[in-house]
């Protein structure tokens, strides 16, 4: 069983940055697909950035220039460096794990983005 643990939210003005960390603990890490979802006041949850096995990584038109997927193997965590944040990108950011049949959570990071 895959656990993943997000950390690195908070509150930050508009312009800002904050990097968000996954932590994932289980099976083998490096085959695992990841990705970082967001679901805002009203809305429903949607893809920000995924990025594969082999490095290739995905972005939703909104964040493209802005956000940045990353993943380190050796340590088991996936990270997403938001920059030039916007109040539209206040949300919370869920963190998630697949392979195969297998579809893993995080219980999310509240990311408020307001002067």
């Known amino acids: 069983q895959v656990q993943l643990v997000e950390s690195g939210g908070g509150l930050v003005q ?3 940055s904050l990097r968000l960390s996954c932590a994932a603990s289980g099976r083998p890490f490096s085959r695992y697909t990841m990705a970082w979802y967001r679901q805002g006041p009203g809305n429903q949850r949607e893809l920000v950035a995924s990025i594969t096995s082999g490095g290739s990584t995905n972005y939703t ?3 493209k220039g802005r956000f940045t997927i990353s993943r380190d193997n050796a340590k088991n965590t996936v990270f997403l460096q938001m920059n030039s944040l916007k ?3 206040t949300a919370v950011y869920y ?3 697949k392979f195969v049949f297998q579809d893993h959570w995080g219980q999310g990071t509240q990311v408020t983005v307001s002067s």
Do not use: H, M, Q
């Open 87 to 89: 109040p539209e990108d």
């Open 14 to 16: 508009p312009g800002g």
């Open 61 to 63: 038109d909104s964040v």
């Open 95 to 97: 963190c998630n794990a």
